[in-house]
């Protein structure tokens, strides 16, 4: 990877993001040095501007960034790092150098799961709930998918909200297999009701377009 170091006098910026929940952690900067140092040793290392030496976040504190990946961006000087924080980033103390708690948003776990169904519609692996139903085709899986809905309508009208949230769960479940089945995903799902939230979105001229197609 060619990384431009010669724009700011040997230095990049490098932007810490936590790999799994993709919050923004802090910003640091790196020479080739540093560079090298993080590669070697999976720890994220700066060179510190104020210093003018090399500082592995946290050889002091014990709250290191362990390297998940690096991304160069489009012009080559200015890194996007991966990594996976062991307690909080900044020295002040929180999670993140804005003050911000770096939790996990669960409605990204979505994507995940739809990219793990994708992943069973393609290796179909024996022993596997999802790969049955994908091997009983269409319609057992809309049947499901019904099924699911109708337990969740009882818990909702006679159950407790927790007993909802588990059979709506897998309603959602057996709904992205149906998705997936159909070349699909649950981002679909996604962008329709993203646009159907802007001020200029048609009813009528959304269902004219989808009878054209």
């Known amino acids: 990877m060619y990384i431009d170091f010669n724009k700011m006098n040997g230095l990049v910026p490098a932007i810490i993001q936590d790999a799994v929940t993709k919050n923004v952690l802090m910003l640091g900067y790196m020479n080739q ?27 002091t504190s014990g709250n290191f960034l362990n390297l998940v990946n ?43 799961l739809q990219d793990f169904i994708n992943q069973r519609y393609h290796d179909m692996p024996e022993d596997s709930y999802t790969t049955s139903l994908f091997k009983k085709g269409v319609n057992r899986i809309a049947q499901k998918v019904g099924e699911e809905a109708l337990e969740t309508v009882i818990e909702a009208t006679a159950g407790t909200k927790d007993k909802l949230v588990y059979e709506a769960s897998d309603m959602l479940y057996h709904l992205i297999v149906l998705l997936t089945n159909k070349g699909l995903r649950i981002e679909n799902l996604a962008q329709e009701l993203l646009e159907r939230h802007t001020p200029n979105w048609d009813k009528k001229r959304r269902i004219a377009k989808s009878k054209n197609k």
Do not use: M
């Open 33 to 59: 040095e540093a560079y090298r140092k993080t590669i070697e040793t999976k720890k994220v290392t700066f060179w510190s501007r104020e210093r003018k030496c090399l500082w592995t976040k946290g050889e």
């Open 70 to 112: 690096i991304k160069n961006d489009c012009d080559n000087d200015t890194l996007l790092i991966s990594v996976q924080p062991e307690g909080p980033t900044c020295h002040t103390g929180t999670d993140t150098c804005w003050g911000e708690t770096n939790n996990y948003n669960p409605i990204l776990f979505l994507s995940e």
